[in-house]
C-alpha cells in the first residue's frame, strides 16, 4: 500500500484529523510539567495514550525535542516506538531539506529501515527546488511511507514568493503541488507523495491533481474552520487532512479530555 492509501484506511474509522504533539515551553508549564525532558517525556507519554488509537495521523513536531538535546531526541525516538507499537500513522514534521547525500541523510534519518527515527512520513521543504528533494522521494516509493511538501504555507512572510507567478501563469505553490502530482501520476490511487497547504489561505493552490494527500495546518487556534478545508480541498476533500495542535492540547493535561477533544474533532472531518 502507498501512504495515501494507508491514511485513507485510517480516515475510514477514525476521520480525517492529524493531532500534533507540541511540547512547546508554555504547554509544558500549563500541564504542570517541568521544561526539560523528563516533562515532554510525560507530556509526550499522555498525548500517545490519548490520540494513538483515535487520530488517523499524529505529528510529533521535532522541533520541540531537539531544543532539549540528544536528551530531548531519546524521548522523540522512545515517543515514535509507542505510536508504531500501537499501530498509529505518524509524521514527522522535521521540515527538511537540502541536496545531494545530505537530503538522502535526512531521507533515511525519517523514513529508512532500522532508523531509530523512523516514521510513516515526514515533512520537507522544497525550497531549494522540488528536484533537490528526489533521495527522499525516492525512499518514500521504495518503503510505502510517505513525505508532506511544503507547499502553500500560511505564514506572512512566505506569501509573497509562494505566490510568485511564473511566465505561463502558475505560482510558485502551484508549481509544487504540479510536481508532486507528477511523481503521484503512476499510483492507480492515491500516492505517497503529499502537500501541505495552510488552511487559511484566501488564494490556495488547485490539488486536484495531486492525488495525494493534503496536510492543512491552521485550524482551530489559528482560525481556520471546517469550512475552509472543504474550500481549499474541493473535489479531494477524502484526501484532506487538518492538522489540529493548540485547540486539542489545550483540553489537557487529563488523557481524557485529551481524548475527548480529539474524538470531537475528528467528528467535523468524517473519512469517506
Known amino acids: 500500500m502507498t501512504f495515501g492509501e494507508k491514511l485513507l484506511c485510517a480516515a475510514a474509522t477514525r476521520g480525517r484529523l492529524c493531532v500534533g504533539i507540541d511540547p512547546h515551553a508554555s504547554l509544558l508549564q500549563s500541564w504542570g510539567l517541568s521544561d526539560d525532558a523528563e516533562g515532554v517525556a510525560e507530556f509526550s507519554r499522555r498525548c500517545v495514550e490519548a490520540f494513538a488509537d483515535t487520530a488517523a495521523l499524529v505529528k510529533p513536531q521535532v522541533a520541540f525535542y531537539e531544543r532539549h538535546g540528544s536528551a530531548g531526541f531519546r524521548v522523540l525516538e522512545e515517543t515514535l516506538v509507542a505510536l508504531r ?69 500560511s505564514n ?28 503521484n501520476a503512476s499510483h492507480s490511487g492515491p500516492g505517497n ?13 488547485n490539488l486536484s491533481r495531486l492525488n495525494g494527500p493534503v496536510l492543512l495546518p491552521g485550524v482551530g487556534a489559528q482560525g481556520a474552520n471546517a469550512q475552509d478545508v472543504a474550500r481549499i480541498a474541493a473535489g479531494v476533500s477524502n484526501l484532506a487532512f487538518p492538522n489540529v495542535s493548540r485547540a486539542i492540547l489545550s483540553a489537557g493535561p487529563n488523557v481524557s479530555d485529551l481524548r475527548k477533544a480529539v474524538l470531537s474533532t475528528a467528528s467535523e472531518f468524517p473519512g469517506h
Not at 506572512?156 to 511523481?183: F, K, M, W, Y
Open 85 to 153: 507499537e500501537a499501530g498509529c500513522l505518524v509524521v514527522a514534521d522535521a521540515k527538511r531539506g537540502d541536496i545531494g547525500s545530505t537530503m538522502a541523510g535526512y531521507a533515511h534519518a525519517w523514513l529508512g529501515e532500522g532508523s531509530t527515527l523512523q516514521t510513516d512520513a515526514v515533512t520537507v521543504s522544497p525550497y531549494l527546488g522540488v528536484g533537490s528533494l528526489r533521495p527522499v522521494f525516492e525512499l518514500a516509493e521504495a518503503t510505502g511511507r510517505g513525505v508532506f511538501v511544503l507547499a502553500a504555507t
Open 156 to 183: 506572512p512572510e512566505a506569501v509573497e514568493l509562494q505566490s510568485h507567478v511564473n511566465s505561463d501563469g502558475r505560482t510558485i505553490a502551484q508549481q509544487v503541488v504540479d510536481e508532486c502530482a507528477a511523481l
Open 193 to 205: 507523495i503529499g502537500v501541505v497547504v495552510g488552511a487559511t489561505l484566501a488564494s490556495p493552490p
